[in-house]
C-alpha cells in the first residue's frame, strides 16, 4: 500500500491544506517538527487525523 492510495480513497477528500497535514514529516530522516492544526467545525479535522495516522502506519511508525 502507498499513500497514493489514500489519496484516491473517494469518501475522503481532503483538500490542499489538509494533505499537507497528513503528510507532514513523513519520509524525513530527522522525524518531523511540531503539528499544529488550527480549524473551524465542520472543516475535516477528524478525516484529516484519520488519514494521518493511516499514512503514518503505511510509512513504517
Known amino acids: 500500500?502507498?499513500?497514493a492510495l489514500i489519496r484516491s480513497a473517494p469518501?475522503?477528500?481532503l483538500n490542499p491544506e489538509q494533505?499537507?497535514?497528513v503528510e507532514h514529516?513523513?519520509?524525513e530522516a530527522a522525524g518531523p517538527g511540531p503539528?499544529?492544526?488550527i480549524?473551524?467545525?465542520?472543516?475535516?479535522k477528524t478525516a484529516m487525523l484519520a488519514h494521518r495516522v493511516a499514512a503514518l502506519i503505511l510509512a513504517g511508525a
Open 11 to 13: 469518501a475522503a477528500e
Open 1 to 3: 500500500m502507498s499513500l
Open 25 to 27: 514529516g513523513i519520509g
Open 35 to 37: 503539528l499544529l492544526v
Open 39 to 44: 480549524a473551524g467545525a465542520g472543516s475535516g
Open 19 to 21: 494533505m499537507l497535514a
